[in-house]
C-alpha cells in the first residue's frame, strides 16, 4: 500500500501564509512527479502546482509569484509555500503524486485526502 498524507492546513487571514506538506509512505520505490491540486465548494478540481522528480516546476497563472513548491526526496515530501494569501485561495488541497512501488513495476496515480484552507478576515 502507498498513502499520500497532507498536513499543514488551517485558518489564516488574508496576505498570511501557510506551508503544506505531503509525506508518501509504504511501498514507495520511487516517485516521479508530484503536484498539489485544489478545489474549491462548487469548483472542479484544478491544478495548483507540480514538480517533476529532477525539479522542473508548473504552476497555474493563479498562484504563479505567491506560491512555491518543493520536495525533499530522500524523505518523500512534498511541500507547497504559499504565501500572500486571498480568499479565492480557500479550498481542500490535495496532494498527487506518481510513485513506482517496486523496481519491475509501473507508476501509479496516487491521491491524498486532502487538507483545509480557508483564507478569511
Known amino acids: 500500500q502507498v498513502q499520500l498524507v497532507e498536513s499543514g492546513g488551517g485558518l489564516v487571514q488574508p496576505g498570511g501564509s501557510l506551508r503544506l506538506s505531503c509525506a508518501a509512505s509504504?511501498?514507495?520505490?520511487?516517485?516521479?512527479?508530484m503536484g498539489w491540486y485544489r478545489q474549491a465548494p462548487g469548483k472542479q478540481r484544478e491544478l495548483v502546482a507540480a514538480?517533476?522528480?529532477?525539479?522542473?516546476?508548473n504552476y497555474a497563472d493563479s498562484v504563479k509569484g505567491r506560491f512555491t513548491i518543493s520536495r525533499d526526496n530522500g524523505k518523500n515530501t512534498v511541500y507547497l509555500q504559499m504565501n500572500s494569501l486571498k480568499p479565492e485561495d480557500t479550498a481542500v488541497y490535495y496532494c498527487?503524486?506518481?510513485?513506482?512501488?517496486?523496481?519491475?513495476?509501473?507508476?501509479?496515480?496516487?491521491w491524498g485526502q486532502g487538507t483545509q484552507v480557508t483564507v478569511s478576515s
Open positions: 509504504g511501498s514507495v520505490f520511487s516517485i516521479y512527479s
Open positions: 514538480i517533476t522528480s529532477g525539479g522542473s516546476t
Open positions: 498527487n503524486a506518481d510513485i513506482r512501488r517496486s523496481a519491475g513495476d509501473r507508476p501509479f496515480n496516487y
